[in-house]
């Protein structure tokens, strides 16, 4: 079965770290990018940037870069966001999306998404 | 930066036919795609490069872009239907329009 299977919810404090694992089965890893997308509560879905799972070189949007950090370990056929320094800000939910075809920067496939939320 | 616009709400009755849409610069010349959300679940692709459609995607949805303006249309709109809707372009980098909630009543 082709999916995007994310770990679970998480509940951190002003200044913690967080990582946010996004697991692709069915399919062949390295052949499609890996995107986030961040939707905080009520809101409409922001673009974070992609990782290209061949290489592992990640490209960040606008606003997200500095505490933003996307990786891979495709051994495990798997790839990571994490969010350090967290603010109330960073509350939302955080979707790993596959790149249909190479450069087209569209998504046929999404996780179900990882609520975090940022509490003291 | 690009910017995509859309309707905060569209109305529709049941069985009639529901159109969105988005509008940015010259919008004619990039591809959009649309996605669906329905509340608590993850965006789903139902339209991509402005008119096709995905596997498993009812025929009832169909997508233009001309101008600046670009539409999804659903047609004999279902109660199911009822999602936030959200249409996507690539403008150096990912843009989403800030969605537009489909009510079917």
């Known amino acids: 079965q082709v999916q995007l299977v994310q770990s679970g919810s998480e509940l951190k404090k002003p200044g913690a770290s967080v990582k946010v694992s996004c697991k692709a089965s069915g399919y062949t890893f390295t052949d499609y990018a890996i995107n986030w997308v961040r939707q905080a509560p009520g809101q409409g879905l922001e673009w974070m940037g992609w990782i290209n799972t061949n290489t592992g070189n990640p490209t960040y949007a606008q606003g997200f870069t500095g505490r933003f950090v996307f990786s891979l370990d495709t051994s495990v056929s798997t790839a990571y966001v994490q969010i350090s320094s967290l603010k109330a800000d960073d509350t939302a939910v955080y979707y790993c999306?596959?790149?249909?075809?190479?450069?087209?920067?569209?998504?046929?496939?999404w996780g179900r998404g990882t609520l975090l939320t940022v509490s003291s | 930066s690009y910017e995509l616009t859309q309707p905060p709400s569209v109305s529709v009755s049941p069985g009639q036919t529901a159109s969105i849409t988005c509008s940015g610069e010259?919008?004619?010349?990039?591809?959009v795609y649309w996605y669906q959300q329905k509340p608590g679940q993850s965006p789903v692709l139902v339209i991509y490069?402005?008119?096709k459609r995905p596997s498993g995607i009812p025929e009832r949805f169909s997508g233009s872009n001309s101008g600046n303006t670009a539409t999804l249309t659903i047609s004999e709109t279902q109660a199911m239907d009822e999602a936030d809707y959200y249409c996507q372009a690539w403008d150096s980098s990912v843009v989403f329009g800030g969605g537009t909630k489909l009510t079917v009543l």
């Open positions: 999306a596959r790149e249909a075809e190479a450069g087209h920067y569209y998504f046929d496939l």
């Open positions: 010259k919008l004619e010349n990039k591809y």
């Open positions: 490069q402005d008119k």
